[in-house]
């Protein structure tokens, strides 16, 4: 048996059997990692609130050759994330979170921007700042950092620079590698329009670290753009629509007995 020691941040849970609970894991060292907590639904659990999703932890595992499971050893709190439990559209958002990045990241291999994201991702939640905004710029690099890099600068098709200012609406799609022009895209299906200041934006904001694109303030259209453009690439990566929080997944963490 193999013990690792690593800071890991809860995606989530399920029962198992009467008293267990299986949980899964973003770790620093593994990336995504499932272990099973013993009697961590009994009402004294030594795992106390740790495994509550969100969660910000320090944890140690048995690992055994050959075993899709680890065994959790022991879990210590770094940082709850408690507000992120308290209310509805708080824990939406932070589930949002955890589901993009359990559908994006594989499991057993590290990837440290990810699980700094992530982390990140979840204070800028906490603080209540401009959740919305936190959520795309969030998006936006998990696409970057799952290793898909869209192309803003130039069509995708005829290889044009486009010039800033272009009022000419230009197109979107996942499966050409990023941005086309209103000629090669007015004639393709299936494409997403998106305007030059909607261009602008996803490539800034992938420029800058995460805080500092908290300064820019994209209109309500350039919002609506990007989530369409999200949905697209994040089907044309996953192979399939994201899976949206549903209230009873949540509500499954929020009792001792869940
Ligand atoms: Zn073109």
Redesign the pocket.
Known sequence: MALLSTTAIVLGGIRLGEADRLITFFTHHKGILKGVAKGARRMKSRFGASLEPFTHCTLIVFEKPGDKLARINQCDIIRPFQPLREDWNSIERASRMVDLVSQMAPEGEPNTDIFHLLLQGLEYLEEKKDPALSIMLFINRLIMYSGYQPHWES??????IFKSGNRQTLYFSASAGGA??????SSAVTLIPMSHGTRAFLSASQKMDYAKAHRLRPSLDIQKQCEAIFKNTLAYITGKSEQRFTRKTVSAFQTPSG
């Open positions: 069509c995708q098709n005829c290889r044009q086309l022009c209103a000629h090669c895209g």
